[in-house]
DNA sequence: AAAACGTACAACCGCGTAGAT
DNA sequence: GATCTACGCGGTTGTACGTTT
């Protein structure tokens, strides 16, 4: 049995909103609140599917957006956040008050990914298109952690990989969660103390979760998760 | 002036998922 | 557990507007 449709097609208005509509959606999200979009806009009487209502709202007639141009701030931290969560643009907006993950996504589509081919770097992979073949490290550091909403998009992955490694019969240490993320680190001296005697695994995170024990039967290019005792280094091979 | 082309972004579509039944 | 429903998300499309030829 198919999935039902979210309205009835034939009674619905499609394309660019009207001012008088848009005013009834406000009119009545200021009386009634957001939410039940699916009763929404027969209660206000507009010939719109509940997602549209809900899309129109959310990215265009919400009081708290702030439009405008992106600052360089804006800019940077997007990009930033772009290469720790992805194409996540939900995730990406609740960083950046105001903004919504359409803008933020149109944003990226049309000037960012410009400005990071200009600068030479493969916006997907956010590494030097001249320089592929090298790996490069993400450092996501355990000490001095302060932002919380990074912690909650790390930890899955770290429980992930602290489940295979229980699987591995190894010793699953007191984690602190509480997260920072450090610039990626250059410094020899850090990663040789991580490679020497702490490292614990390395691994990509599809293939490890596929439930693959060790990286040479990995054949794919996913990013390397090596976890020490206070820090996990995400390695693009 | 106007046709062709490029850009920006609002809006749509289909899918995944959580919660309800 | 199976099915249904609504919501939210990310990819894609449509189109208005600006620029170039």
Redesign the pocket.
Known sequence: ?G??P?CEKEHTN????TKEEDERLIAHIKVHGE????SLPKAAGLQRC???C???WI??LRPDLKRGNFSDNEDELIIKLHSLLG?????IAARLPGRT???I???W???IRRKLLSRGIDPLTHKPINNIDNVSNLTISFKNMQDKSIQEEISPIWNQQEELLRRQNHRCPDLNLDLCISPPSQDNKYLDNINVGKERTLMCFSCSSAGLQNREECQCYEPFLSISNNSVLVKYM
């Open positions: 049995m999935r039902s979210c499609k394309g660019a909103w939410g039940c979009w699916r509940g997602k549209s809900r899309l129109r990215n265009y194409n996540k643009w939900s995730m993950d359409n803008e996504k149109n944003y589509n049309t000037h």
